[in-house]
């Protein structure tokens, strides 16, 4: 009886600590991503010592312990009901992909079993990216962006890799731990999780080391966001309060200008432009720019005609629009009333390649390896995030240049403002989630780097599932040889 209780009570205390680490790694601020290296330690090793019914019960639980630190965000961003289902939903998911490992590591016994607990991980944040509306957002991923040399993995495997890598250190300390007494196999899997781990940080904080900012020539840029009272959300633009709104704009953009800004960009749907409005408040953009001999970009509510959409304006040092950008991926249900784009925004800055996108459509990576592929050196968001994702949604946006590598300028209502380099290096940083007016100045490197990822984009997360595959026949081949026995 102490013998079952006793062991009730490591069961528990173990499934706390494991819900603990996810909690603390999942959480919205990226502080402490490195616990996601050992959270699922304690779900694999009693899922492999325990049936299958124990084993699903520890890995939900032990997850969803972990996913409550997103519930209050969800309930903000997409109401209680559907808040509730997601928190429930990936701790589901979460569990029969532990179950799957548990099959696999069970029956087939093997050293390479290591590797089925990451490539089952892996293969699920791929189809995700392939189906979801919401692209790439919620990939374990990014809970990794503040560790630099881990992040790099993405210029050769896009976000996959690094989702594969911090799910294959737990699974190779737990595997290791279950043929603890089968020396050949525990040294075998020892040894390979010693050598992947140490040939990622090492080329990781060397590809840092040999690529420091600074090296590379720079422009200077200033991002600037008005006070969020400042912003009216409307359908039917007021043309005072618009032009008020662009001359408060075109204040900040004066004030960068004269410290040695050459391109000003602003945030998402800083302004509201209708047939109206449109003339008053471009001219007033167009005046500044050309008065102060910079290039604007500032995102727009696009009512010019009868098709709303959510759009970005570039207007160059000549006080021209070159470009008139709109917004390709839209966020469910709360932009319905936009229709979205269909093409990436792409323009030429004293001689530099450029582009401009908006906040949702860096979240989908398959998509911004267009502008890679395009050859831009560096990359213009406009941004509107909320508030309590202002860490997390601005590093989504960076891992898109590392994975294509060129530079970033994001400016985001009600989050971060950020200059970012192509390895994933936070140059220059402000805050807006509170609602202040903000302005930020700083150098961002003029660069443009081949990675691998932008020459053959997802490969890996094809591999990741053909192995996936092969890990599915080599359980299901056991079972039934086992059966006919």
Not at 228 to 233: A, G
Request: hydrophobic share 45%; glycine share 8%.
């Amino acid at each position: 009886m102490n013998s079952s209780r006793n062991r009730f009570i490591q069961t528990l205390l173990l499934i706390l600590f494991s819900g603990a680490c996810f909690y603390l790694s999942l959480g919205l601020s990226g502080s402490f991503g490195y616990l996601f290296w050992i959270a699922p330690i304690p779900v694999l090793v009693l899922s492999f010592e325990n049936s299958a019914g124990k084993a699903f019960l520890i890995a939900f639980i032990a997850y969803l312990l972990g996913k409550l630190s997103w519930l209050s965000y969800m309930i903000s961003v997409v109401t209680l009901g559907p808040a509730i289902l997601l928190t429930l939903l990936l701790p589901l998911i979460f569990a029969i992909l532990v179950l799957a490992t548990r099959r696999v590591v069970r029956k087939a016994n093997q050293w390479y079993t290591v590797f089925a607990f990451p490539v089952f991980f892996t293969g699920f944040e791929f189809l995700v990216l392939q189906f979801s509306k919401d692209g790439s957002a919620g990939s374990v991923a990014y809970s990794q962006s503040n560790i630099l040399p881990v992040v790099q993995i993405a210029s050769v495997t896009g976000i996959l890799g690094i989702t594969f890598f911090i799910t294959f250190i737990p699974s190779a300390i737990a595997v290791a731990w279950h043929f603890r007494k089968e020396k050949n196999k525990f040294w075998i899997v020892a040894r390979i999780g010693f050598v992947v781990t140490a040939l990622v940080i090492i080329a990781g904080s060397l590809r840092l080391i040999l690529h420091r900012t600074g090296t590379k020539s720079s422009i200077k840029v200033g991002l600037a966001v008005l006070n969020e009272k400042s912003h009216d959300i409307t359908q039917h633009p007021d043309l005072e309060k618009e032009k008020q709104s662009a001359e408060n704009y075109a204040g900040l953009v004066s004030q960068l200008a004269n410290d040695g800004s050459r391109l000003i960009l602003l945030p998402e749907r800083a302004l509201n432009i209708d047939p109206a409005t449109e003339s008053d408040v471009t001219d007033i953009l167009s005046n500044v720019a050309m008065q102060k001999h910079v290039y604007i970009v500032s995102g727009y509510t696009n009512f010019k005609t009868d098709i709303h959409r959510n759009s970005s304006l570039v207007i160059n040092s000549s006080g021209r629009v070159i470009v008139d950008y709109n917004k390709v991926y839209l966020v469910p249900g709360l932009e319905k009333q936009f229709t979205p784009g269909n093409k990436i925004g792409l323009f030429e800055f004293s001689n530099i390649k450029t582009g401009t996108a908006i906040c949702k459509d860096l979240d989908f990576p398959s998509y911004i390896k267009n502008y890679g592929v395009a050859g831009i050196d560096f990359l213009n968001i406009p941004a509107w995030d909320f508030v309590k994702d202002d860490w997390l949604h601005s590093r989504m946006a960076i891992l898109r240049g590392v994975e294509n590598g060129f530079s970033e300028v994001r400016t985001a209502r009600q989050g971060r403002l950020t200059i970012s380099d192509a390895y994933g290096r936070v140059l220059a940083e402000a805050n807006s989630s509170t609602g202040n007016t903000v302005t930020l100045t700083g150098d961002v490197p003029i660069q443009k780097l081949n990675t691998i990822y932008g020459r053959w984009g997802n490969w890996f997360g094809i591999a990741d599932i053909v192995a996936a595959i092969f890990f599915i026949f080599l359980a299901v081949k056991r079972h039934r040889s086992q059966f006919a026995k």
